[in-house]
């Protein structure tokens, strides 16, 4: 008996032993990289802390819809918009800052939820600026925001999209339709389908990865 006790008194320190170990790696916290053996691109990286939780602004679950309703993966059809991840945004904004004048990320969120913190390297074009309403209300001002931003040009009135760049739009996130409002008014423009990148995902999901905002 006094035998099997020390047999089984040893397995428990074991495991207790263990625990112990794995309790003080959470607490030192391992390192937390954007895929394996990659920590940090363009000034983008994830945090570290693995305690680390949600920006309580993304918290909240049950956002009255309409309009906060759950977007589709592809609510463009028919257009082929393709529905991008935190890894596309992330190269496309690697490029961006390294000088690819052919790609942009743009937060199609207004002002006040752009100053809690964005994408590093995106720029800031309203929906408010870029959808049906404004099309409807001041289609020039539309048209200057392709030419002035997204590198379009404008012959003599006839929009020319051969040298527009590949655009990345993303808001809040599944349940936000401001960036899809963008799309959607880009589309009726003209503009490629295969130069649209829709991220579905948003801020919702940035934040919740740890990513770097600015």
Same mark, same amino acid.
């Given at each position: 008996m006094k035998l099997q006790s020390l047999v089984v008194s040893t397995a428990v320190a074991a495991v207790l032993a263990s625990s112990a170990t794995f309790a003080s790696e959470e607490v030192t916290g391992k390192a937390v990289g954007i895929v394996e053996g990659v920590m940090e691109v363009a000034g983008i990286s994830r945090n570290q802390d693995n305690k680390a939780t949600i920006d309580p602004a993304f918290a909240k679950?049950?956002? +009255?819809?309409p309009?906060?309703?759950?977007?589709?993966? @592809?609510?463009?059809?028919? #257009?082929? &918009? !393709?529905?991008? $991840?935190?890894?596309d945004v992330i190269h496309a904004a690697r490029d961006a800052a390294n000088g690819d004048t052919s790609v942009l990320v743009v937060d199609a969120r207004t002002p006040g939820w752009v100053k809690k913190g964005t994408i590093p390297h995106a720029v800031n074009v +309203?929906?408010?600026?870029?959808?049906?309403?404004?099309? @409807?209300?001041?289609?020039? #001002?539309? &048209? !200057?925001?392709? $030419?002035?931003?997204?590198?379009?040009?404008?012959?003599?009135?006839?929009?020319?999209?051969?040298n527009a760049k590949t655009l990345y739009l993303f808001c809040n996130g599944?349940?936000?339709?401001?960036?899809?409002a963008s799309i959607r008014a880009l589309l009726t423009m003209g503009y490629p389908e295969n130069k649209i990148k829709y991220y579905r995902g948003g801020m919702n999901s940035w934040k919740s990865l740890g990513l770097t905002t600015k």
């Open positions: 679950t049950s956002r +009255p819809c309009p906060f309703c759950i977007q589709p993966t @592809a609510p463009f059809a028919p #257009a082929a &918009v !393709d529905t991008v $991840t935190e890894l +309203p929906f408010t600026k870029l959808n049906s309403k404004a099309l @409807a209300k001041d289609p020039m #001002a539309v &048209v !200057d925001i392709l $030419t002035g931003t997204f590198g379009v040009k404008d012959l003599d009135g006839v929009l020319d999209y051969n599944s349940w936000c339709g401001q960036s899809p």
